[in-house]
């Protein structure tokens, strides 16, 4: 587990890598997202933080993306939980209590997936040990990276969709392999931190960004384009300042969601910042969110 702070300060030093956006110079603020309901259409939601927090629904948020719906508002989740398949995610939120369809669900995996290029031989994969990978896109195969440590030396590229098993010791040593032989990385997972019912945990992207100067490096999920662009397909005909980016972290959901011409929401009481006040984060970042919500 890690601190709030220490997740910040990591994910400031990406910033280099991160899309640039401009931000409005003050944010307006609300109770939960039924008072934005005026300013936009649509929403795309995170998950953790904004509709759950680890395996736990965020208290009301069920009764209160409903009542969205019957204002007549669209719904997509845009997730970057890359361990699930998109109808394992959807699985998920109906036994949480949410009604979101197939079609309202995009997954960071979809996206890391769609852009898979071919390589000549296997993917090493790295995952929580229980992942499905029958998704996998025709043409391409794949193999338990912590089963057959072997891989490291002669995978073809390596897939990495969940830390749940992984290690600072595990990092060092794919760190060694691809100094030894450059290979292809997939990053399905962008997210430094994620919020857990017991605090935050580690996540791909925080692994990423030791390896980075190893590899070829490819993320896939917020805050990047590709994320985004699949999210939109899911609502055509409206204005991109009438939907919003409702999540709980600053540099994947409001920096990403701003980056992409969307109005942004920031989560303040589950996510990210439980706990603490984001607007000394937000001064020091300078990415101010269009509103601050204190719930979903």
Not at 42 to 71: H, M, S
Not at 143 to 157: E, K, S, V
Not at 226 to 251: K, Y
Request: net charge negative; hydrophobic share 45%; aromatic share 8%.
């Amino acid at each position: 587990m890690i601190t709030t702070e220490a997740a910040f300060a990591r994910y400031e030093r990406l910033r280099p890598m991160l899309p640039q956006a401009q931000f409005p110079e003050a944010s307006r603020t609300g109770q939960t997202l039924e008072d934005t309901k005026d300013d936009y259409d649509a929403y795309i939601l995170d998950a953790f933080g904004v509709l759950n927090r680890g395996e736990t629904p965020i208290p009301g948020a069920v009764e209160r993306i409903a009542r969205l719906r019957a204002a007549g508002k669209r719904l997509v989740v845009l997730t970057n939980a890359a361990s699930y398949t998109r109808s394992g995610v959807l699985a998920k939120y109906h036994r949480l209590g949410f009604d979101f369809s197939l079609d309202e669900v995009v997954s960071s995996r979809d996206v890391a997936f769609a852009h898979l290029p071919n390589v000549h031989g296997v993917w090493a994969a790295i995952t929580d040990g229980e992942d499905d990978l029958s998704d996998l896109p025709p043409g391409h195969y794949v193999a338990d990276l912590l089963a057959q440590p072997g891989l490291l030396n002669t995978a073809a590229g390596f897939l990495f969709l969940s830390a749940a098993r992984w290690s600072h010791e595990d990092n060092a040593r794919l760190r060694r392999a691809l100094h030894t032989h450059a290979r292809p990385v997939i990053v399905a997972n962008p997210d430094i931190v994620a919020p857990r019912d017991d605090g935050l945990s580690l996540e791909p992207g925080w692994y990423a960004q030791d390896i980075a100067s190893a590899c070829g490096l490819s993320l896939f999920g917020k805050p990047y384009w590709n994320a985004f662009e699949a999210a939109l397909q899911r609502l055509p005909g409206i204005p991109r300042h009438r939907i919003a980016m409702v999540g709980d972290t600053l540099h994947t959901d409001v920096l990403g969601g701003a980056a992409a011409g969307l109005g942004t929401i920031l989560i303040q009481k589950h996510g990210l910042f439980r706990g603490l006040s984001p607007a000394p984060f937000i001064e020091s970042s300078g990415i101010q969110p269009d509103w601050l919500v204190e719930s979903t």
